[in-house]
């Protein structure tokens, strides 16, 4: 999303095709990221006691990195299963702000659709499509473009998921496999700064998210979230002429 | 009940109410149509989300939060940014990060 509206003039008409195609491109970088760290889940939920069988299948089932290495471990300790389902949830609720975020480009879209593209709705996926469905041309077949980014990341993580369980304990601790996922938010953060306020909200989140550490089962996620986008809104006004 | 079960049943549940999420504002949303303020603020979506993620994985480490240079995250993290920045890619970016940890992890 960084050169605004001109990097997508390509797909100005494209067909379905071209659509699945960007969004392809646009994901396979991203899975230098991905792979390292469904590695480290494989191993992370092997080493919490889960079968392999049920570490493998988390990831169709459940398909959210980041919670699925809390619930092998909340499943290790033994924590009440209402708690882990809580937990869970709290760690997912940042994609009903995704949703809501690529609901007005899917509109008349059928439902089977719009299922299968919320199934897909992973932070990578939203995060390497959402610069296009902004910003760049509307054309009746853009959704191409998130099914692409979203099948891309589904596949990628399936693949590691499994060689991860089979492989991952042979990886030394020192590779430090897991930094992978951060480094992979920051290649998509930094590009999609664009405006003063845009900084803003990204310094009033991450600062939230270190001070709000402390809350019970999660919930600094959405607090920081909120947090850094209320401030957007609220400093919008020192942006200059550009408004979005 | 069977173990195995359980911890499939449990699994599904999970999955179902994520799945939830996800479809919330894309299904109901056909009534569901923001506003221009609405709009800007769904814009502040990345940029928010996705620094809440980063920041614990660099700064948060076995359960404190660590700012000074002896946190080789940190360094590394700094040197992604750069990359980031300069370079716009994706690629580079975890690669030069990768290494960048690698190097401080050796060094110090």
């Given at each position: 999303?960084?050169?605004?509206?001109?990097?997508?003039?390509?797909?100005?008409?494209a067909?379905?095709?071209?659509?699945?195609?960007g969004?392809?491109?646009?994901?396979?970088?991203?899975?230098?990221?991905?792979?390292?760290?469904g590695?480290v889940?494989g191993?992370?939920?092997?080493?919490?006691?889960?079968?392999?069988?049920?570490?493998?299948?988390m990831s169709?089932?459940?398909?959210?990195?980041?919670?699925?290495?809390?619930?092998?471990?909340?499943?290790?300790?033994q924590?009440?299963?209402?708690?882990?389902?809580?937990?869970?949830?709290?760690?997912?609720?940042?994609?009903?702000?995704?949703?809501?975020?690529?609901?007005?480009?899917?509109?008349?879209?059928?439902?089977?659709?719009?299922?299968?593209?919320?199934?897909?709705?992973?932070?990578e996926?939203?995060?390497?499509?959402?610069?296009r469905?902004?910003?760049?041309?509307?054309?009746?077949m853009?959704?191409?473009?998130?099914?692409g980014?979203?099948?891309?990341?589904w596949?990628?993580?399936?693949?590691s998921?499994v060689?991860?369980?089979?492989?991952?304990a042979?990886?030394?601790?020192g590779w430090?496999?897991?930094?992978?996922?951060?480094?992979?938010f920051?290649?998509?953060?930094?590009?999609?700064?664009?405006?003063?306020?845009?900084?803003?909200?990204?310094?009033?989140?991450?600062?939230?998210?270190l001070?709000?550490?402390?809350?019970?089962h999660?919930?600094w996620?959405?607090?920081?979230?909120?947090?850094?986008?209320?401030?957007g809104?609220?400093?919008?006004?020192?942006?200059?002429?550009?408004?979005? | 009940?069977?173990?195995?079960?359980?911890?499939?049943?449990?699994?599904?549940?999970?999955g179902?109410?994520t799945?939830a999420?996800?479809?919330?504002?894309?299904?109901?949303?056909?009534?569901?149509?923001?506003g221009?303020?609405?709009?800007?603020v769904?814009?502040?979506?990345?940029p928010?989300?996705?620094?809440?993620?980063?920041?614990?994985?660099?700064f948060v480490?076995?359960?404190h939060?660590?700012?000074?240079?002896d946190?080789?995250r940190?360094?590394?993290?700094?040197?992604a940014?750069?990359?980031?920045?300069?370079t716009r890619?994706?690629?580079?970016?975890?690669?030069?990060?990768l290494?960048a940890?690698w190097?401080v992890?050796?060094?110090?």
């Amino acid at each position: 999303m960084s050169d605004g509206g001109a990097r997508w003039a390509h797909l100005d008409g494209a067909n379905w095709r071209q659509e699945l195609a960007g969004g392809v491109r646009m994901e396979l970088p991203i899975l230098l990221g991905v792979v390292p760290f469904g590695l480290v889940y494989g191993v992370l939920g092997l080493q919490a006691g889960l079968p392999a069988w049920a570490v493998i299948a988390m990831s169709s089932l459940l398909f959210a990195g980041s919670s699925q290495v809390v619930f092998a471990q909340l499943w290790g300790a033994q924590v009440p299963v209402a708690v882990i389902g809580g937990t869970v949830g709290v760690v997912n609720l940042r994609h009903m702000l995704y949703s809501a975020s690529v609901a007005q480009f899917l509109t008349g879209l059928p439902l089977r659709w719009k299922m299968l593209l919320a199934y897909l709705l992973t932070d990578e996926a939203y995060a390497a499509a959402i610069g296009r469905l902004m910003l760049g041309p509307v054309n009746p077949m853009r959704h191409w473009f998130l099914f692409g980014t979203g099948f891309t990341l589904w596949l990628g993580w399936q693949l590691s998921t499994v060689a991860g369980v089979l492989i991952g304990a042979t990886i030394p601790s020192g590779w430090a496999l897991d930094f992978s996922i951060a480094l992979t938010f920051i290649a998509l953060l930094v590009p999609a700064l664009r405006r003063r306020s845009e900084f803003v909200a990204a310094a009033v989140a991450a600062s939230v998210a270190l001070l709000a550490q402390g809350m019970p089962h999660k919930l600094w996620i959405m607090a920081a979230a909120l947090a850094g986008m209320l401030a957007g809104m609220a400093c919008r006004r020192f942006d200059g002429s550009k408004h979005a | 009940m069977n173990d195995d079960l359980w911890l499939l049943l449990v699994i599904v549940a999970c999955g179902l109410a994520t799945f939830a999420l996800r479809l919330s504002f894309i299904v109901g949303g056909a009534q569901f149509k923001p506003g221009r303020r609405m709009q800007t603020v769904l814009g502040y979506v990345p940029p928010a989300v996705l620094a809440a993620l980063i920041a614990p994985e660099i700064f948060v480490r076995q359960g404190h939060i660590v700012f000074g240079l002896d946190n080789p995250r940190l360094l590394a993290g700094a040197v992604a940014v750069a990359v980031a920045f300069f370079t716009r890619s994706v690629l580079a970016t975890i690669t030069c990060g990768l290494l960048a940890l690698w190097v401080v992890q050796r060094l110090f």
